[in-house]
C-alpha cells in the first residue's frame, strides 16, 4: 500500500487544519496508519497513531486533547483533525502504515511513507 498525505497549509496560531492520508488500495484497512511530522535537521516525530479498527487511538504528550486522529475505512482514509495550533507544531507531516499494533512511536517501525504535507504555523 501506498500513502499519500494532503491537507497543509499556513495558519495562525490558534487555528485548525485537517490533514487526510489516503491509502491506495483497499488492503489499507488492514494496516495500523501513524502520523508523524518533521522539521529540518531534526528526525521524524511521532505524532498519532491509530488502529486498524480505528479504536484506542494513541497521542504524543505535545498534541494530547488539541489533535484527534479518526479513519474512514471505506474511503481508505485516515485524518488528523488539528485545532488551537502553535507555532512549535510547524513542520512536514507524513503518514505511514504498519502491519501490527500501534505500540511504537518509532517511525522506523512504519512504511509506505508518501510526500509528505506542509503546516505552517505563524504567531
Known amino acids: 500500500v501506498q500513502l499519500q498525505a494532503s491537507g497543509g497549509g499556513l495558519v495562525q496560531a490558534g487555528g485548525s487544519l485537517r490533514l487526510s492520508c489516503a491509502g491506495s488500495?483497499?488492503?489499507?484497512?488492514?494496516?495500523?496508519v501513524g502520523w508523524f511530522r518533521q522539521t529540518p535537521g531534526k528526525e521524524r516525530e511521532f505524532v498519532a497513531a491509530i488502529s486498524r479498527a480505528g479504536i484506542t487511538p494513541r497521542y504524543a504528550e505535545a498534541v494530547k486533547g488539541r489533535f484527534t486522529i479518526s479513519r474512514d475505512n471505506a474511503r481508505n482514509s485516515v485524518y488528523l483533525q488539528m485545532s488551537n495550533l502553535k507555532p512549535e507544531d510547524t513542520g512536514v507531516y507524513y503518514c505511514g502504515a504498519r502491519w501490527g499494533p500501534i505500540n511504537t512511536n518509532s517511525a522506523s517501525e512504519f512504511g509506505s511513507w508518501g510526500q509528505g504535507t506542509q503546516v505552517t504555523v505563524s504567531s
Open positions: 488500495n483497499i488492503s489499507f484497512r488492514t494496516y495500523a
